[in-house]
T-cell receptor
């Protein structure tokens, strides 16, 4: 089993739709969780950190479920500009005392007019 | 200033060349990262420096040699690369790799260097 897994998609959704992505992680000791978006041929950009209690930023809501070991991202009222690849990132402390970063495989979203 | 800069933007090199990629940040971050990204794949972690010391090396071949001259600069020296090393090389920084917690581990990425090895 991969450390961090995502459905690669693509998710093709009409403008205005609500879409949700999940990301599962294998190590229960994981400590920090993030969502990044990456546009084609660009660098990843931080979309939002994921708080234990869940958090919202405008049309975006992130949730963490430690019991089932997954994080989710909900996008409401999709815009054409939301078309991108969404990457989840999980951090865990390694044996050397450093945070090790693991990227998920990414989920591609295409918002259609 | 929340910017990470990388030079050059593009690089074409032969298998016998020696070249270097450069990365700079002025956010006071103490962790800096090198990633390799192939098309349609997620970034793969290569190296991490924490307080200018190498903290993580993900078993990267020795033809890639990282260097952290100071807390703002990160270099990646390339020598005798193979065509399969062609990729986008991304640099990132975060506040502090030794601490758990969202704020310390949010990463900011540079625009990358697109490398082609002939």
């Amino acid at each position: 089993r991969k450390e961090v897994e995502q459905d690669p998609g693509p998710f093709n959704v009409p403008e205005g739709a609500t879409v949700a992505f999940n990301c599962t992680y294998s190590n229960s000791a994981s400590q920090s969780f993030f969502w990044y978006r990456q546009d084609c041929r660009k660098e990843p950009k931080l979309l939002m950190s994921v708080y234990s209690s869940g958090n919202e930023d405008g049309r975006f809501t992130a949730q963490l479920n430690r019991a089932s070991q997954y994080i989710s991202l909900l996008i409401r009222d999709s815009k054409l500009s939301d078309s991108a690849t969404y990457l989840c990132v999980v951090n865990i402390m390694n044996s050397g005392g450093y945070q090790k970063v693991t990227f998920g495989t990414g989920t591609k979203l295409q918002v259609i007019p | 200033d929340t910017e990470v800069t990388q030079t050059p933007k593009h690089l074409v090199m032969g298998m016998t060349n020696k070249k270097s990629l450069k990365c700079e940040q002025h956010m006071g971050h103490r962790a800096m990262y090198w990633y390799k990204q192939k098309a349609k794949k997620p970034p793969e972690l290569m190296f991490v420096y924490s307080y200018e010391k190498l903290s993580i090396n993900e078993s990267v071949p020795s033809r890639f040699s990282p260097e952290c001259p100071n807390s703002s600069l990160l270099n990646l020296h390339l020598h005798a690369l193979q065509p399969e090393d062609s990729a986008l090389y991304l640099c990132a920084s975060s506040q502090d790799q030794r601490l758990a917690g969202r704020n310390y581990n949010e990463q900011f990425f540079g625009p990358g260097t697109r490398l082609t090895v002939l």
